[in-house]
């Protein structure tokens, strides 16, 4: 496994959380709210005929992640989509590996529709790790002990 490298600016959750993802170059994969788009920067730099697609609710977000990775969506490594998750329209098997660090709407809310769109995207076999944030004020910022949820592989969403 490549580790993300070391950088300024890169909080050390989103780090942690690319090494755990571990994508590999010909990877197409999904993340759900990754404004301002650090961990898109560290995944597309491995990948090489795999791309990205970034969903993000927030018009600032979404502009944020394009400013911080403009050679990725020129080359086409990365595929931005400005709407939320449960309104994203990609083709049904188009994903390999889904994402999300840090994104309430599965913990705030009962995320029906999204897990659904999530079960569309995904190829059967692929990944869907979801993390939730610290628990508490007193929880460390990063690790495995801050992270209530991040199965290593698991299957589509709804399957039993
Ligand atoms: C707390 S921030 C986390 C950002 C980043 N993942 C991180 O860990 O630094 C949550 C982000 O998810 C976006 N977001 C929340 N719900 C969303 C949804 N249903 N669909 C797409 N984006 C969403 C928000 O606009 C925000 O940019």
């Known amino acids: 496994m490549s580790r993300a490298r070391p950088c300024e600016g890169v909080p050390a959750r989103v780090a942690w959380a690319v090494d755990l993802l571990d994508p590999q170059p010909a990877d197409r994969l999904l993340e759900v709210g990754g404004a301002p788009g650090v961990a898109a920067a560290l995944i ?6 795999g791309h990205l697609v970034a969903v993000e609710r ?7 992640i394009a400013d911080r990775n403009a050679e990725h969506v020129e080359s086409g490594r990365l595929v931005l989509r400005g709407c939320a ?3 994203l329209d990609e083709p049904a098997d188009s994903i390999d590996v889904a994402f999300a660090v840090n994104v309430n709407v599965f913990w705030t809310s009962t995320p029906e529709r999204e897990l659904s ?3 569309h995207l995904l190829v059967s076999g692929g990944r869907w790790p979801s993390s939730t944030g610290p628990t508490s004020p007193r929880a460390p910022t990063c690790g495995p002990g ?3 949820r991040w199965p290593r ?3 589509r969403p709804g399957s039993p």
């Open 146 to 148: 801050s992270w209530t």
């Open 117 to 119: 769109v999530l079960r």
């Open 58 to 64: 927030s018009a600032t977000g979404l502009r944020r």
């Open 44 to 49: 597309c730099e491995r990948l090489t005929t």
């Open 85 to 87: 998750l449960a309104d």
């Open 153 to 155: 592989r698991c299957r």
